[in-house]
């Protein structure tokens, strides 16, 4: 509502004075303060704050009349009451010397400014005025409190006296009245009126007059408190009547707000008590209470002094409070805390220190609250004044703090908008980012329909008014917005401001005039003509009607009030502006879809429809008078209507069934009525409804019935004309803030699937709820709040200790204002359950399910219930946590949320919990049926602290097993270490296994995120790692000392033997790929494993299934023949096979991508690729294309790297489906007429490209060829040498069968699985017959060893506990295919340099997979 904003400035005295000031009190227009001093009267301009005139008392006067005491002003400014210590009142007259200023601004120049625009004087220059004491008085007793009336100023004296005296006949005597003599009671409507103050010493300490219950609030010296009034208009003992209270007992002051008709009573005890007046029995009520509480302020709760001074800003809405012990605290109306400085960094200093409160002697709201005025009591006590050196104008106690404010302080027709708008007094804050950049969906769809909404009316599309949740909730900042200098020069302070529905356009109004600004084009639009801004003044708030800007004013030149409407894209000029007359001042104005409603001073409510209408050049609209209300029956004094709105709210949901088309019809009036909510719906009762036809305007002239009381202490309604069939709880709602007692919803009940209500079910409930913020928005569709908060930022440390004591940046921390907001649907969801309204909270909630933070509200809802039983220490007769269990289990995130909110509370509150939503094994179950592995994981923590042991590693053990087979890796690595953890008797400690939020987190397991080491090294070789010192283990498994020192525990069995299994049938069932992804992902060490199950698992079993199924795996198409060299690609157009037809249909893309979706691998986060990535110059040189599953036409564009060799092709994106048998030649790049190719070479060129599969594919094949090599799985390196098409890798197998003492049967194997090979080509792949027959010698020679029978137990792999490491696959590519052909020396027995490289190209690549993007294909 106000928030506090930078740091507080302190006056500058020019004149000398060794006295320090002790009052301030501005003027009623709030113009210039007058600052009392002992012996001195000083009256200051408030902007700039210059002094005008000081009286300074004659030292035997002084002596005379005592020091001065307090101030008051007469309401029209024109003379000063000033009460002293003795019992004199001075009465000062102020005559002002015409035409004559002391201060004039000085402009540059050539500046624009004109002197000749009227009331130039009066606005920018400060006036000159004098002080003549006109009258001294005696009253002959110490005056206790002075308070100024219409026509007299009441002085309290301390001999139990009120004296009522005249402003101008203060010669005719005056009336003294004796309290003694006023009768007290504590209500009127008491039959004895018996007096309670029937003893000699009680007298007024203070009090305050309140015009709208016309009366006043007193404090008695005693402590009590009461209210006076008189009952007739003669003011004498006999007329006066007083009520009392039994509560307070330790009133120290008095505050009133008129417009509230509040009256809050400061306490010994620090709390301020607010009471009302009972219009029937006339008792004084009790209201609300504002005090600090434990939970905020534990130190300082009780330890504030007595409250000193309360005072309500200029416009009610917020009041300021502080104590004897000092510190400042502001208040909304009814008790909602906006600031207090005791606590924060009002207190300590950035080192922790503890700094002095701020004590406040005296205190008064500059205008429209922009201002705090201040004496600041410490400097008054400890600080004598000294001019320096330099003689300066000194500095003393008066302190300015600068606040902020809501828009809807001053213009509550702002509460049907979306934006926040806060206005100070100088600039605006918005809080919908920059209207140039639309970011949200939501929001430039709403940009596009504003366009033709003209046609179709403004309201037909709901996405019309509403901005993104992007814009409205993006970031923290504000989106500030300079009033232009020349509006305000001379209208400065700003009274009013609006935004409009998109948050592009703002108004503001000043003293005289309005201008307005576009976000879009970053210009402020003033009047062209002074005079025509000038003579208007704003009265009544203004409002925003699609580009229209609607204001009710007075013309000055006229005398006339005003209804006016300015388009917005015309210039500002009355001639463009549509002006109705109006009958009465109007106080209050609002717009609801096409109607203008306002409220009048003669307490009727006045309703015109609005239309736009396209005549000429611009646009305008026109007004006319729908009906008038009257409601002075209801309505004591007009001063005292808060707000008023027409909604399409009702209570009757009857019609809206049967007739929805009337639902955003105009059907009531709510009447804020000093934080009354008053309804006045319109009458159907009568023949109005049958009559319709007749007559199609006849239902808006419709009556309205009486009002009702919705709610108490309102300070803020919301709602909306937007019209949402699915969210129709949140859209038809009324939205209240209650300021200390949080917000209230007024909300519509529907009947389920149309049927008949319920007789007993009301149509409407009321439900509160509290927030932690100040509400000043709601967005109905996305059900939260939006706010504003006050938050500091300390810079004591910019100075040094010496001059520490002047700065005030020292004393204060910079203020700012931080945007915030809240999600309220939990509340409201948890406040129908309550009621057993759980059929309306199902309705509510799937109807809000698609909101991104719904998952949020559930998990919200059931903690906060949770949290409260759990920890009540009575019994609770009617639990709501089953319910609440119960209505979260109608949701699919009912897993989640349950886990989400058991880890974020204590253990201790678990078995509460879980009582209500069911067994935690039961739920576990029910995620792995539903596949939901991350949220299994959770569960697993809860069951690892629950269970015993045995239990949660068998449910630990069947969630590695699905993880495993999902190919989830994250998951498999946190629970071989949970599983490890177990085994090791940790279970008092449980491990940190990945939060369901983020599947990939890797909390804990910095070992993986980092890991750089090849695949057989150990956990423990982590550290050696760094160094430089390499250990080789033994290719044991995993066990090989990774998860444990004690490499023969039990527990790493039971791993390694489900590792095993799993790999045992990705190798039967030959998907090599995923055992790669397995292998690099889990750290196995795949060639130790594989030298083991050389003759069991990982033999070949049928050459020519592997070969298909490797095909499929890794996208590379079969190779093809041309039919002839007359049927080239270039004469044809497209390049067609029988086979290669057959090729495609059987084996597309797409059937890859859901093969291994199906499996669960490809749509698995992964945090690391198995192969990583390439160094630039190799990429260069590389003749393969880099490559994703996608289909793509091949283009042939000649690049010519940097390197020696030409790489052509490269842009060639080749998949079996998008290969040369179906690429599109006919757009070939437009450069290849520079290269000079024959035509045979082309087509020599295209089949290679058109052969080879994608680049990731070959770089895989190739890895794992190197690492069967290094296991003697020579079968299956025959298989992939075939599916490489490469006969060096053919040649290198066949030799290392020669060369070492081979199984017999591995040779008989590979010949067999050669020759079913050849079989089948010559029947349904004729593609590799030409490669077959480039091997026929390998294979002959093959024969001759298999006759020759060697015997089997020779083999061993060459030093395998040094090989597991990965090979560089770039190296050995670049080997092979430059040696084409021929017999490189067998891989395992390279060097140990070359296996050097090896490793670290090894250790890059998984790197990169570790870190990089979460790919479905292993890269």
């Excluded at 012996?39 to 000081?54: A, G």
């Amino acid at each position: 509502m106000y928030f506090l904003s930078g740091w507080p400035k302190r006056l500058l005295c020019p004149l000398e004075s060794l006295e320090q000031p002790l009052h301030i009190q501005t003027d009623p227009q709030r113009a210039f303060f007058a600052v009392l001093f002992p012996s001195q009267l000083s009256i200051w301009y408030c902007r700039p704050s210059v002094l005008i005139v000081s009286y300074k008392e004659l030292s035997k006067a002084a002596s005379q009349f005592g020091p001065y005491k307090q101030a008051e002003w007469r309401p029209d400014s024109t003379m000063i009451a000033v009460s002293t210590a003795n019992g004199y009142i001075l009465f000062f007259e102020i005559p002002s010397a015409r035409d004559k200023y002391l201060y004039e601004p000085v402009y540059p120049k050539g500046s624009p400014h004109l002197k000749g625009t009227p009331h130039y004087k009066e606005e920018q220059c400060a006036p000159s005025l004098n002080l003549e004491v006109k009258k001294v008085l005696d009253l002959q007793a110490s005056i206790t409190s002075l308070q100024s009336m219409l026509e007299d100023v009441l002085v309290a004296t301390a001999d139990g006296f009120l004296h009522l005296i005249h402003w101008d006949g203060m010669t005719n005597g005056r009336k003294a009245i004796n309290l003694c003599t006023v009768p007290f009671s504590l209500d009127l409507q008491s039959s004895r009126a018996g007096s309670l103050l029937g003893f000699e010493d009680v007298y007024i300490r203070d009090m305050e007059y309140c015009a709208t219950l016309d009366g006043f609030a007193v404090v008695f010296n005693d402590g009590r408190v009461g209210f006076i009034t008189p009952m007739s208009s003669r003011f004498t003992a006999e007329q006066l009547h007083g009520v009392w209270t039994q509560d307070v007992v330790d009133g120290t002051c008095v505050a009133v707000n008129n417009k509230y008709r509040l009256m809050a009573f400061g306490c010994a005890n620090g709390s301020v008590q607010v009471y009302t007046i009972d219009t029937t029995t006339g008792a004084m009520q009790f209201s609300h209470k504002l005090e600090l509480t434990p939970k905020q302020y534990p130190d300082v709760w009780n330890k504030t002094g007595p409250v000193k001074l309360i005072r309500w800003s200029p416009d009610s809405c917020v009041v300021m409070v502080t104590w004897e012990c000092g510190g400042l605290s502001l208040w909304s109306v009814f008790g909602a805390q906006l600031i207090c400085t005791l606590g924060g960094d009002f207190v300590y200093q950035s080192d922790g220190a503890k700094k002095d409160p701020l004590k406040i002697s005296s205190m008064t709201w500059g205008s429209e609250g922009y201002h705090l005025w201040v004496i600041d009591g410490n400097s008054s006590s400890n600080m004598k004044p000294e001019r320096n050196a330099n003689n300066e104008a000194q500095q003393f106690g008066i302190l300015q703090f600068q606040f902020i404010k809501s828009a809807l302080t001053v213009n509550p027709c702002m509460s049907n908008q979306e934006q926040v708008l806060l206005q100070g007094e100088d600039r605006l804050y918005l809080n919908c980012g920059d209207a140039a950049q639309t970011q949200s969906p939501r929001n430039t769809l709403a940009h596009s329909e504003h366009n033709h909404s003209r046609e179709r009316g403004p309201f037909s599309d709901g996405s019309l008014d509403s901005q993104g949740l992007s814009t409205l909730l993006g970031h923290r900042h504000w989106h500030v917005v300079q009033i232009h200098s020349t509006y305000l020069e001379s209208n400065w302070p700003i009274r009013f401001s609006a935004i409009d529905k998109l948050g592009q356009n703002v108004a503001v109004v000043g003293k005289f005039g309005f201008a307005h600004y576009s976000l879009l084009t970053k210009k402020w639009k003033l009047f062209g003509n002074i005079t025509q801004e000038q003579t208007m003044m704003v009265t009544g708030g203004l409002a925003w009607w699609n580009d229209f800007i609607v204001l009710a004013c007075y013309n000055l030149n006229d005398h006339q009030e005003e209804l006016r409407i300015y388009l917005r894209t015309s210039n500002l000029d009355n001639a463009f502006a549509h002006i109705t007359k109006v009958q009465a001042n109007t106080l209050l104005l609002s717009v609801f879809r096409d109607i203008v409603i306002l409220f009048r001073a003669d307490c009727s409510i006045c309703l015109y429809s609005i239309e736009r209408r396209s005549e000429g050049l611009n646009p305008t609209a026109s007004i006319q008078i729908l009906q008038e209300v009257s409601m002075s029956r209801y309505i004591p004094h007009p001063f005292l209507v808060v707000s008023v709105t027409l909604t399409s709210v009702r209570t009757e949901t009857g019609i809206t069934l049967k007739m929805p088309q009337q639902a955003c019809e105009a059907e009531s009036i709510m009447l804020n009525l000093a934080g009354q909510l008053i309804m006045l719906q319109r009458d159907r009762s009568g023949p109005q409804i049958r009559d319709k036809d007749n007559n199609p305007n006849q239902r808006k002239h419709l009556p309205f019935c009486a009002p009702v009381v919705l709610a108490q202490s309102v300070e803020n309604v919301w709602t909306t004309c937007r019209i949402n069939k699915q969210k129709r709880h949140l859209l038809e709602a009324l939205w209240l803030s209650c300021g200390g007692a949080g917000m209230k919803v007024w909300l519509p009940l529907f009947p389920r699937d149309h049927r008949k209500p319920h007789s007993f079910l009301s149509r409407r409930i009321m439900l509160p709820f509290h927030i932690n913020i100040y509400p000043l928005a709601v967005l109905f569709e996305d059900a939260l709040v939006l706010g504003a908060v006050n938050d500091t930022v300390l810079y004591d440390c910019l100075y040094t200790q010496t001059s520490a004591r002047e700065h005030l940046e020292v004393l204060f921390p910079f203020s700012i204002v931080e945007r915030t907001s809240q999600i309220y649907l939990h509340h409201i969801l948890r406040q129908l359950l309550v009621r057993n309204l759980g059929e309306q909270a199902l309705l509510l909630a799937h109807s809000c399910a698609t909101l991104p933070y719904f998952p949020h509200v559930l998990e919200l809802m059931l903690h906060e219930v949770l949290e409260e039983e759990a920890t009540s220490r009575e019994p609770i007769p009617d639990p709501l946590l089953p319910t609440v269990a119960k209505f979260i289990t109608e949701f699919p995130l009912f897993l989640q949320t349950v886990v989400h909110c058991a880890r974020k509370t204590e253990y201790a509150l678990w078995n509460y919990l879980f009582a209500a939503v069911g067994n935690p094994k039961d739920l576990f179950e029910e995620c792995l049926m539903a596949q939901d592995l991350d949220t299994a994981a959770s569960y697993l923590i809860i069951l690892q602290n629950m269970e015993v042991p045995a239990v949660s590693r068998q449910h630990a053990t069947l969630l590695f097993n699905t993880a495993l087979e999902q190919g989830k890796w994250d998951l498999c690595r946190h629970m071989i270490r949970f599983l490890k953890a177990i085994g090791s008797g940790e279970t008092e400690t449980p491990p940190a296994t990945p939060t369901t939020q983020e599947p990939s987190s890797s909390g804990g397991f910095e070992f993986f995120r980092h890991r750089s080491i090849s695949l057989s090294q150990s956990a423990e070789n982590l550290h050696s790692k760094f160094n430089l010192t390499k250990t080789l283990s033994m290719p044991s498994g995993p066990s090989g000392k990774r998860w444990s020192k004690d490499s023969d525990c039990a527990e790493n069995m039971y791993i390694d033997m489900m590792l095993w299994r799993h790999a045992r049938r990705l190798l039967e069932e030959i998907k090599l790929k995923d055992l790669g992804c397995f292998a690099a992902q889990l750290g196995f060490e795949l060639i130790g494993w594989l030298c083991k199950e050389r003759a069991r698992a990982a033999r070949v079993e049928d050459f020519v299934c592997a070969l298909k199924k490797l095909h499929k795996d890794f996208l590379w198409p079969f190779p093809v023949i041309p039919a002839s060299s007359i049927n080239s690609p270039f004469k044809n157009g497209k390049y067609k096979t029988a086979v290669g037809e057959q090729l495609l249909k059987s084996q597309s893309a797409d059937t890859f991508v859901n093969m291994e979706l199906d499996t669960g691998v490809s749509n698995t986060p992964r945090s690391r690729s198995w192969l990583g990535t390439i160094s630039s110059s190799q990429r260069e040189i590389d003749t393969v294309s880099s490559h994703g599953p996608h289909m793509q036409d091949a283009f042939l564009s000649p690049l010519l790297s940097k390197g020696d060799e030409c790489s052509i092709g490269s842009a060639t994106d080749l998949t079996e489906t998008s290969s040369m048998v179906d690429g599109d030649w006919t757009m070939v790049d437009e450069n290849f007429s520079s290269l000079s190719l024959t035509q045979s070479e082309l087509e020599q060129l295209s089949l290679e490209l058109a052969s080879k599969g994608p680049h990731k594919s070959q770089v895989q094949l190739r890895y794992l060829l190197h690492i069967f090599m290094e296991a003697g799985c020579l079968d299956w390196c025959v298989v992939i040498g075939l599916i490489l098409r490469e006969s060096s890798v053919i040649n290198q197998v066949f030799s290392i069968m020669q060369s070492s003492d081979i199984d017999g049967e591995i040779c008989q194997n590979i010949k067999t699985g050669l020759d079913a090979v050849d079989k089948w080509a010559s029947t349904d792949c004729p593609g590799y017959k030409p490669f077959l027959s480039i091997i026929k010698p390998q294979i002959q020679k093959l024969n001759e060893i298999v006759e020759e029978q060697v015997q089997p137990e020779a083999f061993q792999p060459v030093n395998p506990s040094k090989v597991p490491e990965q090979a560089n696959p770039r190296a050995e590519e670049s080997r092979t295919s430059s040696s084409h052909g021929t017999n490189p020396q067998c891989d395992a027995g390279s060097s140990n340099a070359s296996r050097h490289e090896e490793d670290k190209a090894k250790t890059e690549e998984e790197d990169s997979f570790q870190e990089g993007s979460y790919d479905c294909v292993v890269s």
